[in-house]
């Protein structure tokens, strides 16, 4: 059982910052794939970042609305993943979750929420204009 804590979010203006944390508990994270979904409302729920471990190094994947801006990264001797979020957009507004799995994913399945085995329960992040 894997448990995952975000926190990091808030209320910020267009063009502002925030970092969001999501803390794992789990003997094994450095083998996980961590990603960071988004939900707005009335949307469905989004992809926006992951990192997988992958012959000693970490890649990174960013879906393309946030590409340039968000930056993933993790601390596996803290168990952590953070999101840095950059020239942060009112389109940016949802409830940002960590997703983790325990499986080694492929370049093209990091994407599919359907592949991550736990949710963090979510943090808001509001972006004002």
């Known amino acids: 059982q894997v448990q995952l804590v975000e926190s990091g979010g808030g209320l910020v203006q267009a063009g502002g910052s925030l970092r969001l944390s999501c803390a794992a508990s789990?003997?094994?994270?450095?083998?996980?794939?961590m990603g960071w979904f988004r939900q707005a409302p009335g949307k469905e729920r989004e992809f926006v970042a992951a990192t997988r471990w992958n012959w000693s190094r970490s890649n990174s994947y960013y879906a393309y609305s946030v590409e340039g801006r968000f930056t993933i990264s993790r601390d596996n001797a803290k168990n952590t993943v953070y999101l840095q979020m950059n020239s942060l957009k009112p389109e940016d507004t949802a409830v940002y979750s960590c997703?983790?799995?325990?499986?080694?994913?492929?370049?093209?399945?990091?994407?599919?929420?359907?592949?991550?085995?736990?949710w963090g329960q979510g943090t808001q992040v509001t972006v004002s204009s």
């Open positions: 997703a983790a799995s325990t499986s080694v994913l492929s370049r093209t399945t990091v994407y599919s929420e359907r592949e991550y085995d736990y």
């Open positions: 789990g003997r094994t994270f450095s083998s996980y794939t």
